[in-house]
C-alpha cells in the first residue's frame, strides 16, 4: 500500500520535476549500443547513463517517444545491481528512486522504438536528424538545448557499410556477418546533436593546418564528383580557424551526404550530414554547389555546437554567426565582391520580408529563417563596422572562450563586445536585435562602401539608350551586366556572347525569344560548362526553331544534368513532343520519364518528373501511386507539394477517379 501511495505522489509531482529537473540533476554521460531492423525500421539499444543529482529528489526522466522497455532499469549500489523503479510513457522514461544530492548513480537498460521521425531508413542508408525532431525519438536524451551530455555511440550493423557517428572512431570489429563501429566523444553537447549515418560510402582525408583530421564521405559511383563537392573546404576550415581565434572545439570533422534529407544540412557536432543533391560534378559547380551549405554548417561547429542558445529568444546565436560566419568563408574563396553582393542578395529578401509586414526583431522567437540567417548575419556586419575589427574578434573569442560547451544568451555577447570596443550598444541592440523595422538606410550605406555595388546601384536599363548597350561589352561587373540583360532582353546582340559563363547564363535565362540573327551564337550556349545554362537554352532554341529541333535533341540526349536530373527530364518531355524524332522510341521515352516519378528515385528529380506529367497529360497507375505515396514524404516541401497537385488532378473528373482507385489499392 506504501509503494501504491509512493507511486501516486510522485505522478501527481511530475509536471513540476519536469520543469526543474535541470536544477535537479546533471547528466553527465550516455553511451549508446545501437543495432538495427531495417525491414521493420526498429532500433534496438542498451543505454549505460552517468548522471549527478543536484538537489534530492524522487524522480527524474529522459525523454523518450514511445519507447519500450526490453528490460529493468538496474543501477550498482555496493558493487551489486539493483533495479530501479520506472514508468514509461509515450513522452518519458521516468526514474524513481530517492535520489541523493552530490552523489552520482550510474543504471543501464535496454530498450525498443519504431521511430516515426529523427531517424530515417531510405532504401540502403540509415540517417538521424535531431534538429526540429527530437533525438528523443530514436535514442533516450534530453530534449532541453540546456542539458548538454557526452555521447558515446558503438553501432552493430551488417559488414559492408559505413557507420559514421560522432566523434572518433576508436574500434572496428567483425563479428560474423556484421561489424561494431565505436565512436568516443571527449565534449558534452546537446541531444539534438548526436547523429549517424550509415550507406555505402568512399571517403577521402585531408587534415587541416591545426592538425584535425578532414573526412569526406561520398558515394562509390561519385568518384568524380568528390573533389567539386568538397572543394575548398581545407581553405575553409584553415580561413575560420584563424578568423575565429578559437581552435576547432572537436577532435575531428565529417561530411557525408544522404538521400531526401530534409535540408540542405545539418551540423551535428563534428559531423555535417548534408543533402546529396549538392553533390555535383564540375560542370554542377558552376550552377549550384556546396560550398555556402558547407561554410555554414562548418561555423556552427563553434556557434551553434560548442556555444549553445539557451532558447529560441537568441536562436540568431546560431543561424546568424553560422551565416556571417560563412560569408568570411566564402570571401577567402571568391573575394570581397561576392562577400558584398550576398549580402545585397540578403537585403533583398529582408526588404521583401518587410514588404510583406512580416518583418520581427531578430529577439522574437518566432522570427522567421530570413530573420535570424540573413538579419542576422547583417546585425553582425553591421557592429563589425561600428567597434573596429579588432574589437569585434576580440569579443568573439572572449565569448566563445568564456562560454566553451556552455548556453550563451544574447546579453553573453554583447557585454564581451561593449568589454572589448568600450562602446555604447544600446542603440545597435534597439536597431537590429529588438527593433523590428528593418534598418534600410544604414544597409544601403554600408553596401556603398564596395566601389562594386555602387557602380552596380548605378546602373539603369528600365529605359533602353545606347550607354545601356555599350555597358554589355564595358569592363563593368558581370552582374551589372546581368541587370541589364535582365532589364533589355530584346536589346542583346551577338558580341555580347563574348563574355563570362555567369553573363551567358543571364542571356539563357532572360533571352527568350532568339531572333534569327543571334541563332548560331545562341546554339553555342549548348556547349557551356553549365547545366543551368543548357537547360534553357535547350527549350529557347527548340520553341523558335521548329526546324532544328532534331538538331537540338541530338545534340543534348546525354546530359543529364543535377540530381534532380532537370536536363534529361527537360528532354524526355521535348522528346514525346517532337513527333518526327526517334518515332519508334516514344513508349520507351514515356515509360522513363515516368520512371523518375518513382519512390525510388530523388524526391527532387520525383517533383520535376511529376511536373512534366502534369504538363504532357501522361499519367498512368504507377505514377498516380508514386504521386499518393509522395503525400506522406518525410520532406514536408514534397509532401506538401505532392497533397498540391492531387487536389488539383482530381478537379479532372477521369483523374479524380484513378487517384481514388490508387488510393483503395494502397490501402489494402
Not at 544574447?410 to 541592440?429: P, R, Y
Not at 533602353?464 to 536589346?491: E, T, W
Request: net charge negative; charged share 25%.
Amino acid at each position: 500500500m506504501k509503494l501504491v501511495f509512493y507511486l501516486l505522489c510522485l505522478l501527481f509531482f511530475f509536471g513540476n520535476v519536469s520543469a526543474q529537473q535541470t536544477e535537479r540533476v546533471d547528466f553527465k554521460s550516455i553511451k549508446a549500443y545501437l543495432s538495427f531492423a531495417n525491414q521493420d525500421q526498429q532500433v534496438y539499444g542498451a543505454l549505460k547513463l552517468t548522471f549527478e543529482i543536484l538537489e534530492s529528489t524522487d524522480s527524474i526522466y529522459l525523454d523518450a517517444k514511445n519507447f519500450k522497455l526490453t528490460t529493468p532499469v538496474n543501477y550498482i549500489k555496493d558493487d551489486q545491481s539493483l533495479t530501479m523503479l520506472s514508468k514509461v510513457d509515450d513522452q518519458k522514461l521516468w526514474l524513481m528512486h530517492p535520489f541523493k544530492a552530490k552523489q552520482t548513480y550510474v543504471v543501464t537498460f535496454d530498450y525498443s522504438a519504431s521511430p516515426s521521425k529523427a531517424l530515417y531508413f531510405i532504401e540502403d542508408q540509415i540517417w538521424t536528424q535531431g534538429q526540429g525532431k527530437y533525438t528523443s525519438n530514436w535514442l533516450p536524451s534530453i530534449d532541453d538545448v540546456n542539458d548538454k551530455i557526452e555521447f558515446d555511440l558503438k553501432i552493430t550493423y551488417t559488414s559492408g557499410f559505413e557507420v559514421i557517428a560522432n566523434g572518433k572512431l576508436m574500434d572496428k570489429i567483425e563479428d560474423g556477418q556484421n561489424t561494431i563501429w565505436s565512436y568516443d566523444m571527449q565534449k558534452p553537447m546537446p541531444s539534438y546533436l548526436v547523429a549517424l549515418a550509415i550507406g555505402k560510402y568512399h571517403k577521402q582525408t585531408e587534415t587541416s593546418k591545426s592538425g584535425i583530421p578532414l573526412s569526406y564521405y561520398f558515394y562509390p559511383e561519385d568518384s568524380l564528383k568528390a573533389e567539386p563537392t568538397y572543394r575548398y573546404s581545407k581553405q575553409m576550415f584553415d580561413v575560420l580557424e584563424e578568423e575565429i581565434g578559437v581552435p576547432f572545439p572537436w577532435q575531428n570533422y565529417k561530411q557525408v551526404p544522404v538521400k531526401d534529407f530534409l535540408y540542405s544540412g545539418m551540423e551535428n557536432s563534428t559531423l555535417t550530414i548534408f543533402s546529396d543533391s549538392f553533390v555535383v560534378d564540375s560542370i554542377g559547380f558552376n550552377d549550384k554547389n556546396y560550398i555556402t551549405v558547407n561554410a555554414h554548417e562548418l561555423a556552427h561547429q563553434w556557434f551553434g555546437d560548442d556555444v549553445t542558445a539557451s532558447s529560441g529568444e537568441h536562436h540568431w546565436l546560431q543561424e546568424g554567426f553560422a551565416t556571417y560566419y560563412a560569408l568570411l568563408a566564402e570571401r577567402s574563396v571568391f573575394g570581397e565582391d561576392h562577400y558584398y553582393w550576398q549580402l545585397f542578395e540578403y537585403a533583398q529578401e529582408l526588404i521583401a520580408q518587410e514588404e510583406a509586414g512580416e518583418s520581427t526583431a531578430l529577439l522574437n522567437p518566432k522570427s522567421s529563417s530570413t530573420t535570424f540567417y540573413k538579419k542576422g548575419a547583417w546585425a553582425l556586419h553591421i557592429l563589425r563596422e561600428q567597434v573596429g575589427d579588432s574589437a569585434f574578434q576580440l569579443a568573439v573569442k572572449q565569448y566563445l572562450e568564456k562560454n566553451a560547451y556552455a548556453n550563451v544568451e544574447t546579453q553573453d555577447f554583447i557585454s564581451e563586445v561593449e568589454q572589448a570596443s568600450g562602446f555604447d550598444l544600446s542603440q545597435f541592440e534597439a536597431d537590429w536585435l529588438t527593433g523590428i523595422t528593418l534598418p534600410e538606410d544604414a544597409m544601403v550605406k554600408s553596401l556603398k562602401v564596395s566601389e562594386f555595388m555602387s557602380t552596380y546601384f548605378g546602373v539603369n536599363c528600365e529605359v533602353f539608350s545606347q550607354k545601356c548597350k555599350d555597358y554589355l561589352v564595358s569592363n563593368i561587373s558581370d552582374k551589372a551586366k546581368i541587370k541589364v540583360i535582365a532589364q533589355m532582353p530584346n536589346h542583346v546582340e551577338a558580341e555580347v556572347f563574348a563574355t563570362s559563363l555567369e553573363v551567358r547564363q543571364a542571356i539563357s535565362r532572360y533571352v527568350q525569344t532568339i531572333s534569327p540573327d543571334l541563332k548560331s551564337k545562341y546554339e553555342t550556349l549548348l556547349n557551356d560548362k553549365s547545366y543551368l545554362t543548357i537547360e534553357n537554352a535547350l527549350y529557347n532554341l527548340w520553341a523558335s526553331f521548329p526546324e532544328e529541333r532534331v538538331k537540338y535533341l541530338e545534340k543534348t540526349k546525354t546530359v543529364m544534368g543535377f540530381n534532380d536530373k532537370n536536363v534529361r527530364l527537360l528532354w524526355l518531355a521535348l522528346h514525346l513532343n517532337t513527333l518526327e524524332y526517334q518515332t519508334d522510341q516514344k513508349q520507351a521515352v514515356l515509360e522513363e520519364l515516368i520512371g523518375y516519378s518513382l519512390p525510388d528515385q530523388h524526391f527532387e528529380a520525383r517533383m520535376n518528373a511529376f511536373n512534366y506529367l502534369k504538363l504532357l497529360g501522361a499519367w498512368d497507375k504507377p505514377s498516380l501511386s508514386s504521386l499518393i505515396e509522395a503525400s506522406h514524404h518525410h520532406v514536408w516541401q514534397f509532401s506538401k507539394f505532392a497533397k498540391n497537385l492531387i487536389a488539383e488532378l482530381e478537379a479532372d473528373p477521369n483523374l479524380k477517379m484513378l487517384i481514388s482507385e490508387a488510393k483503395l489499392k494502397i490501402k489494402s
